[in-house]
T-cell receptor, first 113, second 111 residues
């Protein structure tokens, strides 16, 4: 059974903290994605990675960075969390050339106070 | 830039009704369109994928259609059940390696 896991289901952080969201997939997928989901806005792509140490900005990269040191792990970093980064964060992975076949993790609901 | 819009934002129906969810997109140059289901607090599960050359796809009580030239897709759910209650999202894939999602329709089917 294919699986994408995210390190936390719920996370509460304070403004200004550095926050790491971790995503791990066990399908040997090259592509990995980070989205945020907000009511009325759907899913918006933050960053994606098409190989180890490779990354590309999505539609809303401001305030975020990413790290992909190993194929199975893709981390989203909030250098200095702000209240407007309170959201649901979803990670996904896919094979190259099969962006339409993304497997999603359960999500991390981050609250920044 | 591709934009995807879903109507309605929320829908509440009694069990047994047939219903239609709508999705529209601004750029007709797509490779495919996909409908997803999301249960509360969970990730997305793909329901139906329609390639740009196709007009519709069916899976059980679900039927999705695609009219690429007009930038529209519909998801038809027959004989709705309480277990169909979820948020339904459509997404299109354009020329890049990314999906563009709509805002979603939150469906509630009442017993």
């Amino acid at each position: 059974d294919v699986k994408v896991t995210q390190s936390s289901r719920y996370l509460v952080k304070r403004t200004g903290e550095k926050v790491f969201l971790e995503c791990v997939q066990d399908m040997d997928h090259e592509n990995m994605f980070w989205y945020r989901q907000d009511p009325g806005l759907g899913l918006r792509l933050i960053y994606f990675s098409y190989d180890v140490k490779m990354k590309e900005k999505g539609d809303i990269p401001e305030g975020y960075s990413v790290s992909r040191e190993k194929k199975e792990r893709f981390s989203l970093i909030l250098e200095s969390a702000s209240t407007n980064q309170t959201s649901m964060y979803l990670c996904a992975s896919s094979l190259p050339g099969k962006t339409y076949e993304q497997y999603f993790g359960p999500g991390t609901r981050l609250t920044v106070t | 830039k591709q934009e995807v819009t879903q109507i309605p934002a929320a829908l509440s129906v009694p069990e047994g009704e047939n219903l239609v969810l709508n999705c529209s997109f601004t750029d007709s140059a797509i490779y495919n369109l996909q409908w997803f289901r999301q249960d509360p607090g969970k990730g997305l599960t793909s329901l139906l994928l329609i390639q740009s050359s196709q007009r519709e796809q069916t899976s059980g009580r679900l039927n999705a259609s695609l009219d690429k030239s007009s930038g529209r897709s519909t998801l038809y759910i027959a004989a709705s059940q309480p277990g169909d209650s979820a948020t339904y999202l459509c997404a299109v894939q354009g020329s890049g390696s990314r999906l563009t999602f709509g805002e979603g329709t939150q469906l509630t089917v009442n017993p």
